[in-house]
């Protein structure tokens, strides 16, 4: 592991993005794989089993409530699922809306709230009532504009999204596990029951003022419910399915099925009907301790990856996050300029000098948008100079610029190798060399291949959608490797199709599929 301290910028950018070229992105996706293979086998912190033994048939009907929990907003919101419209009226919806995937789907009454640092901080009973109270706006608003007396009936079915790690043995009950992301909740709180006690007292009073109960009918994460909501809107081709769900936002997780016998036996004692089943939806987990380790062996982490782990929320808990994702990427570009600019003359502004000072979304909404003179004056603004002499000179702006797009370029790398990896551990692509235990089937790959098969990574979150050119220079490098990994993946496309507000939709999908997994 690289022991200097780069103290100008050329330095700081190699240390960074030295490592992105194609052949060592491959011997990392190889080595990412084979740590996927080994943590679904040996851990139980890895690869977690989720209840959803099934993917959507694309003809699940049914009105539902969604939620979704994330490590930033709160989302509510109604979804309808339309099921398996005929193809002449799914032409012409798709059409009227510019080829919207989503036309089987109606949404309604949809609200969005931040979750504000306190709340993070509160009590759990806390934060469920807020949520709850959330949740109460939007039923009071859809039951006062109804046209019909008790349109929702007498009990609300609820899809909830949770964007943090739990354990479920049930489709409709979750264990909350240790959440990170800045939340200073405990784990081993069964979250549909805190939900639904924060949300009791609106049932409560007179007839007039009652809400509807809710019964909660589906409990899912993120990536789940991206995966979900994309497989049920895409009425797939024989020859294209939904392969992976992604996330890359405040957090980031991937989710893919695999074979059962491909997991820690543990894990398959939890699957219900395990004897009738043969593949699982896996929340794979792929941040947490242990997933680093082919970033450490190949020596692509800086001084500045183990500063910020060092003094994050939760040191060594989730250091692959710590390097990719939106809650951190600010931080490095911080600690890194904070380097770059040390043989300066002047100090640095003192509001750029404490920790976390410098947000992801200044980074993509300034820094990678506008133009030299607005981007000094922003500067200026937020981070003002200590003297009477102007500290943001172009070269000081054009510097935290360039090393702002080396660390969006090494995000978008690394998720791009771990994407190839994963793909890899369930050989629904290949990479040629060596694999100390061989990939694992994920059930889904026949022995007769296509004469060309699209595999889609369905995906959400703000920094993979938001951020400029972060998408781009992931799917550049997710052909690059596809193309270069085999002569086997010549008739394979690996794509990134958004799952535009997957969350809400996932959850109310997984709502609708409750008695495909029963």
Known sequence: MATYRPSAGPEAIQALTGFINTDTLLDLARQFSVTYINLARASTEHFLVTPVTALPTGKEKGKFLSIDVGGTNLRVGFVELLGDLDEVTLDRQEKDQGENVFA????????????????????????FAWIADCIAEVVREAVATASEPEPLGHDILL?????????????????????G??????????????????????????????????????????????????????KA????????????????????????????????????????????????????????KP??????????????????????????????????????????????????AEDLPTSLQAQNALPTRFLSEVMARLELEETKEELEQKYPSASSTPYWTSDRVELLRSIAQAVQKRSSALIAAACIGLLNAVQDIHLDGPSQDGPVNNGTTSSAQPSSEELVIAYAGGTISQYPQWLETCQHWINTLVATGSKANASKRVILREALDGGIIGAGVLAGMTDQMA
């Open 237 to 292: 081709a024989p020859n294209s399915r939904v392969a992976m769900g992604l996330i890359v936002g405040t957090g980031t997780n991937a989710t893919v099925p695999m074979k059962l016998d491909s997991l820690h036996p543990a894990k398959r004692e939890e699957i219900p009907n395990r004897d009738a089943v043969e593949t699982v939806v896996i929340n794979t987990e792929w941040t947490i301790r242990g997933t680093d």
């Open 159 to 179: 899809g909830i999204t949770f964007s943090f790690p739990m354990a479920q043995t049930s489709l409709s009950e979750a264990t909350l596990l240790p959440m």
């Open 181 to 234: 992301k800045g939340f200073a909740i405990t784990s081993d709180l069964n979250l549909g029951k805190m939900l639904l006690a924060g949300y009791a007292r609106h049932c409560e009073g007179s007839t007039t003022s009652r809400l509807p109960r809710l019964r909660v009918a589906a409990i899912t994460n993120d990536t789940v419910a991206t995966f979900a909501s994309l497989a049920y809107a895409v």
């Open 295 to 344: 970033l450490i062996d190949m020596d692509i982490k800086t001084e500045w990856d183990l500063a910020l782990d060092a003094n994050s929320d939760a040191p060594g808990f989730q250091p692959f996050e710590y390097m990719t994702a939106g809650r951190y990427l600010g931080e490095i570009v911080r600690l890194v300029y904070q380097d770059a600019a040390s043989q300066d």
């Open 104 to 127: 089987k789907i109606k949404r309604s009454h949809d609200r969005n709230w931040p979750i504000k640092h306190h709340l993070k901080m509160d009590k759990a009973e806390d934060l």
